[in-house]
C-alpha cells in the first residue's frame, strides 16, 4: 500500500564509491523528484521528471544522475562519493508539473559517506 | 534570486494558536504549500493556497496576500504531536523551480 517507497533506506559507504537509491510510486503520478534535504534540514530540490522527461534539473554535480525508465519509477546514481553528498535523500511524486500540485514524498534514504 | 524566508523557531503552549509566516520574492510566483516533517520522518503535504484568502483544514489553516507577498499557516488547538517542522514551498515559472523555506520548527509545552 505505500505510495511512494524508496530503497535502500539507509546506506552507508566510503568516499569514491558509487552508489544507487531506487524510488517507485504507485499512485498514477506523472511527475516524479529527488530532493535533497542536508543536516541543517534545508530541503532542495535536485531534479524533477514529467512522464520520464527531465523538467527540472538543478545546479548539482554532475556526479549526480537519475533515470527513469517509466514513469512510475526515478532512480539515482552517485559517482564517486564525497563527504558533502551525506544528507537525506528523498523521492516525491505530484500529479501534474506545475509544482502547485500536492507532493507525496517516500520515506527518505539517509545516505552517509565516510 | 527566488526565496522563500520563515521564522527558524516558534514555541507554543497545548491547546493554544500559533501562526507561522512565509514572505517570499514575487517574480513568477504561483502559490503557496504548506508541509510538516517530523524529526526522522518524511515531508506531508498540509494546505495549499493559489489564489489569496483562507484555506482551512481542520486544525489547520492557510493563508495567503498576494499583494503583501506572504502567507501564513495558523494552527489551533495544538496538541503535543504538532511538535515538528513546517516548511513552506512555492514554484517560481522563470526558474521553473521548486523552493522550500528553510523551515520552522515548532516546540510545544504541555
Known amino acids: 500500500d505505500t505510495a511512494v517507497s524508496q530503497t535502500p533506506k539507509y546506506l552507508v559507504t566510503q568516499m569514491g564509491n558509487d552508489k544507487s537509491i531506487k524510488c517507485e510510486q504507485n499512485l498514477g503520478h506523472d511527475t516524479m523528484y529527488w530532493y535533497k534535504q542536508d543536516s541543517k534540514k534545508f530541503l532542495k530540490i535536485m531534479f524533477s521528471y514529467n512522464n520520464k522527461e527531465l523538467i527540472i534539473n538543478e545546479t548539482v554535480p554532475n556526479r549526480f544522475s537519475p533515470k527513469s525508465p517509466d514513469k512510475a519509477h526515478l532512480n539515482l546514481h552517485i559517482n564517486s562519493l564525497e563527504l558533502g553528498d551525506s544528507a537525506v535523500y528523498f523521492c516525491?511524486?505530484?500529479?501534474?508539473?506545475?509544482?502547485?500540485?500536492?507532493?507525496?514524498f517516500g520515506p527518505g534514504t539517509r545516505l552517509t559517506v565516510t | 534570486g527566488q526565496s522563500l524566508e520563515q521564522p527558524s523557531e516558534v514555541t507554543a503552549v497545548e491547546g493554544a494558536i500559533v501562526q507561522i509566516n512565509c514572505t517570499y520574492q514575487?517574480?513568477?510566483?504561483?502559490?503557496l504549500s504548506w508541509y510538516q516533517q517530523h524529526d526522522g520522518g518524511a515531508p506531508t503535504f498540509l494546505s495549499y493556497n493559489g489564489l489569496d484568502g483562507l484555506e482551512e483544514t481542520g486544525r489547520f489553516s492557510s493563508f495567503l496576500s498576494r499583494s503583501d507577498s506572504y502567507g501564513y499557516l495558523l494552527l489551533q488547538e495544538l496538541q503535543m504531536k504538532d511538535s515538528a517542522s513546517y516548511f513552506c514551498?512555492?514554484?517560481?515559472?522563470?526558474?521553473?523551480?521548486?523552493?522550500f523555506g528553510s523551515g520552522t520548527r515548532l516546540s510545544i509545552r504541555p
Open positions: 514551498a512555492s514554484r517560481y515559472s522563470s526558474a521553473s523551480k521548486i523552493i
Open positions: 514575487t517574480s513568477g510566483f504561483y502559490g
Open positions: 516525491a511524486s505530484s500529479q501534474g508539473a506545475s509544482g502547485t500540485y500536492e507532493q507525496y
